[in-house]
T-cell receptor
Framework: KAGVTQTPRYLIKTRGQQVTLSCSPI?????VSWYQQTPGQGLQFLFE???????NKGNFPGRFSGRQFSNSRSEMNVSTLELGDSALYLC????????????FGQGTRLTVV | AQSVTQLDSQVPVFEEAPVELRCNYS??????LFWYVQYPNQGLQLLLK??????LVKGINGFEAEFNKSQTSFHLRKPSVHISDTAEYFC?????????????FGTGTSLTVIP
């Protein structure tokens, strides 16, 4: 069974631009979550989607948004990029809404210059 | 709110020696606990989990952890480490509710295995 796939693996963007990251969960998994990892703040929860609906949202500004498609694939968008948005963005998938076990992808390393 | 404290930011240990990475949690609801490992430039790999049942859980690569409710701890142990165990280890607690799930992670412990 294929794992969680995140694309692209690496991305360099300029301040003020916007970026879209993609995540394909494990086949059959319906829940997708996104986390930001930085040296200063560690791993922080962004949001979770389940059956195309946002279920949970972390404490991030509105520049961070996401969506989930009917095939459970998810995208995360960051608009008006700031230098502080440079981070490893991790996607995790869960099989059902009642199972807390999550499997993470390799991440997308975003660098904002 | 839930929280996780990893007491040691860095742990150096000689190859084939035992190791314990400490984790304490704070939770007001049902407790689901996890250990993940992260190698350089990689994502998080699940080592082991405690959802219910036996308090001693075994994971991959010879790791095990013990859930201690009275001490609110979930320490990770391995009796004999290898060079390949050098990595960052994260303890996490899951806040699973009717509205969804969210992990709260500790700040991580960097394990360095010395030859």
């Amino acid at each position: 069974k294929a794992g969680v796939t995140q694309t692209p693996r690496y991305l360099i963007k300029t301040r003020g631009q916007q970026v879209t990251l993609s995540c394909s969960p494990i086949s059959g998994h319906r829940s997708v979550s996104w986390y930001q990892q930085t040296p200063g703040q560690g791993l922080q929860f962004l949001f979770e989607y389940f059956s195309e609906t946002q279920r949970n949202k972390g404490n991030f500004p509105g520049r961070f948004s996401g969506r989930q498609f009917s095939n459970s694939r998810s995208e995360m968008n960051v608009s008006t990029l700031e230098l502080g948005d440079s981070a490893l963005y991790l996607c995790a998938s869960r099989p059902t809404g009642l199972n807390p076990e999550a499997f993470f992808g390799q991440g997308t390393r975003l660098t904002v210059v | 709110a839930q929280s996780v404290t990893q007491l040691d930011s860095q742990v150096p240990v000689f190859e084939e020696a035992p190791v314990e990475l400490r984790c304490n949690y704070s939770s007001s609801v049902s407790v689901y606990l996890f250990w993940y490992v992260q190698y350089p430039n990689q994502g998080l790999q699940l080592l082991l989990k405690y959802l219910s049942g036996s308090t001693l859980v075994k994971g991959i690569n010879g790791f095990e952890a013990e859930f201690n409710k009275s001490q609110t701890s979930f320490h990770l142990r391995k009796p004999s480490v290898h060079i390949s165990d050098t990595a960052e280890y994260f303890c996490a607690v899951s806040d699973l509710t009717n509205t969804g799930n969210q992990f709260y992670f500790g700040t991580g412990t960097s394990l360095t295995v010395i030859p």
